[in-house]
Each structure stands twice: as structure tokens, then as C-alpha cells.
């Protein structure tokens, strides 16, 4: 017969386990903690990006058994090649992570991901399941991950029908170097008798001893303004659209060529400039559009035909419509230059 002391023991041995039990499965497993990052807020459809998450028991107990599980939306792809740590069920791509945390431990990690299509992206779901102290059950959380990303459109590769569009853009670059701006000086050079006295610059006349007048460097005279028809037409044809929106304002970009963009719809408007600031601001309005259509086409194209300052236009439209080609044809008689109209269904011609 075992004595008092042994059963005392092992009443205290099993309390002691059932306190562990208990609190493993109610307290310890709530002392772990997710953190979640991305490396990029707007992104293009294909693009890498990198998600980075921090897992933390906070606790003083070691949890020998915690599991990170990501569901992630059907927009969104895994990228990574380790292929026993992810799998796919009813659309949705899951990455899983098993691991030990001891006390006050924090692991971190990257997932690669990217995303199929353009929109403003929800990554998905997270699962923490740890182990209680036993080892017989599990307790499982769930919370969404609070991270949204703008994918922007994909831009438009090279094609027949943007041939005209680098024509009226070469046509431009040639207009550009018309005048001078006297805020803009390069140097100095001697005065020859054929420039005005107010080139004159007298600091460097008293410094050198002799007349020399200021070489100011040359502006950009023209600008670009694209104006984009928002209208909830076929699905292909209003991604197509913006697509061409998107890689119209690269190439302006590339050419450093002042533009704004001008739209009927939530696709709205923005001022003169270039840079990556400008262009990141429109690219973030791409991906968010949801073709919602506010004001008629011609009412954005007869505004601009009463502005009669000499710029390029070039405009994005589902369909060459009478509608388009008659409003392109009163931009063109105001401003003198040619106006280029981009279909997302018949490609690209000229007004």
C-alpha cells in the first residue's frame, strides 16, 4: 500500500498538471503575437513583394508547439518554392509554418508574394494553433490581416498600335526647345552687340572687366494632357483602358514631358507635372478605379476645346465613338496640334 505522502504527491503532480493544462489552453497560447508587414503599397499585377511577419511569445512559458498558417485570398499568389509548406484549397493558397517559441522568443520570416489582377487587395487570413502543455488538444485564433495594397494595371507591351502615340509625342519633344527661361542660367558668355541690354549681367561685367551677358538655359513649352473616358463597358475593354492610361503616362515620363491626366469618372483629375511622386498618385488612382462614371465624355472634351493654349492631347476611350472623333476634332481646331485617340477595342489612330 502506498504511503500518505506518495498519494499526496501524486494528487499534487496531477493538480499541478491540470492547473498547466488549463492554463496553457486559456492563457499561454493568448501570449503569442503576429506582426505583419509588406515591403510595397502599390504594385503591379505579376510584381514580387514581400511580406514580412514577426511572430512573439510574449509569456514566461515555453510553447513547444506553435503553428503560423496564412489563408490568403484568391488574388493572391505564393510565390515561394517550398512546396511541403504551402498548398492550395478551393482557390486559396495557404503558408504554413510549424515552430517552438520559448519564453519572451520572437521568430521572423518573409513570404513572396504577387498579385494576379488589379484592384485594392485584402491579403486574407491568419491561424495561430498552439499546443496545450500535454499535448493532447490545441487552441486555435483567427484574425484577419489588417494590410491592403493598391495593384495598379499592367502596362501595355510594345505594339503596332502605339506607333502613332510615339509620333505625336516625337512632334512635341521638337516643339520643346522654343524659348528661353530667364529664371534658368547655365553661365555666362561675352556680349556680341545683338543682346538685349537687360541680358546684361553687370556683377560679372565688374568682375571680368569686360561686358558679358547671362546663356539661360531653354523650357519646356508643351505640355500633354490625357483624358481618359471612365465607362463600366466590358471588362476586358475598361482594364484595357486603363492599361493604355498607364503606359502613356510611362512613356511621358521617360521623355520628361509635363502632363496631367483629366477623366469623367472616379478616375478624376490631376495637375501639371511629372516625377515620382506625380506618377505614383496616378498609378495608386488606376488601381483603385471601379469605372464609375460621373459627368459624359464631351463634357471634359468641349471644356478643353474652349482652352485654346497650344498642348498635345491624348486621349484613352473604350470605343472610337462620333462622340470622340467629333470632340478630338474641336481639340485639334483649337490647339492647332494633333490630337491622338487610343481605343481600348480598335487599338490606335488619329484625329
Known amino acids: 500500500m502506498p504511503g500518505p505522502i506518495l498519494i499526496v504527491s501524486l494528487i499534487c503532480v496531477i493538480a499541478a498538471l491540470a492547473v498547466a493544462e488549463f492554463l496553457s489552453l ?21 510584381e514580387e513583394v514581400t511580406l514580412r511577419y514577426r511572430l512573439c511569445n510574449t509569456g514566461f512559458c515555453p510553447l513547444p508547439s506553435v503553428s503560423l498558417s496564412f489563408s490568403f485570398d484568391q488574388t493572391v499568389e505564393i510565390l515561394d518554392a517550398n512546396l511541403h509548406e504551402t498548398e492550395k484549397k478551393s482557390g486559396r493558397e495557404f503558408f504554413t509554418v510549424n515552430t517552438c517559441l520559448r519564453p519572451h522568443r520572437v521568430q521572423r520570416g518573409t513570404v513572396h508574394l504577387a498579385f494576379r489582377e488589379r484592384g485594392v487587395h485584402e491579403l486574407g487570413r491568419v491561424y495561430v494553433e498552439c499546443g496545450d502543455f500535454l499535448g493532447l488538444r490545441s487552441a486555435i485564433r483567427a484574425f484577419d490581416i489588417p494590410i491592403s495594397t493598391v495593384c495598379t494595371a499592367r502596362p501595355v507591351g510594345e505594339t503596332l498600335e502605339l506607333e502613332a502615340l510615339g509620333g505625336l509625342l516625337g512632334d512635341i519633344s521638337v516643339r520643346r526647345f522654343i524659348m528661353e527661361d530667364p529664371s534658368l542660367i547655365l553661365g555666362y558668355r561675352e556680349y556680341t552687340g545683338c543682346e538685349p541690354m537687360k541680358s546684361i549681367s553687370w556683377v560679372q561685367t565688374a568682375r571680368t572687366g569686360q561686358l558679358m551677358v547671362k546663356n539661360h538655359d531653354f523650357t519646356v513649352d508643351t505640355d500633354v494632357v490625357v483624358l481618359v473616358d471612365i465607362e463600366a463597358t ?7 483602358c486603363l492599361s493604355l492610361t498607364r503606359t502613356v503616362c510611362d512613356e511621358l515620363e521617360h521623355r520628361r514631358i509635363p502632363y496631367s491626366v483629366y477623366s469623367n469618372g472616379d478616375l478624376f483629375s490631376t495637375r501639371k507635372g511629372e516625377g515620382r511622386a506625380h506618377m ?6 488606376i488601381g483603385v478605379s471601379r469605372f464609375l462614371r460621373h459627368v459624359g465624355i464631351s463634357y471634359i472634351l468641349n471644356s478643353h476645346a474652349a482652352d485654346s493654349r497650344s ?3 491624348i486621349i484613352v476611350a473604350p470605343a472610337l465613338t462620333e462622340e470622340i472623333t467629333a470632340g478630338a476634332a474641336k481639340i485639334q481646331a483649337a490647339t492647332g496640334m494633333r490630337v491622338c485617340v487610343l481605343s481600348g477595342e480598335e487599338g490606335l489612330c488619329d484625329a
Open 280 to 285: 505614383f498618385e496616378i498609378q495608386r488612382r
Open 311 to 313: 498642348r498635345g492631347y
Open 26 to 46: 486559456r492563457i499561454w497560447n493568448r501570449k503569442v503575437t503576429v506582426r505583419c508587414s509588406l515591403d510595397m503599397n502599390l504594385v503591379e499585377p505579376g
Open 234 to 240: 466590358r471588362r476586358a475593354v475598361a482594364e484595357r
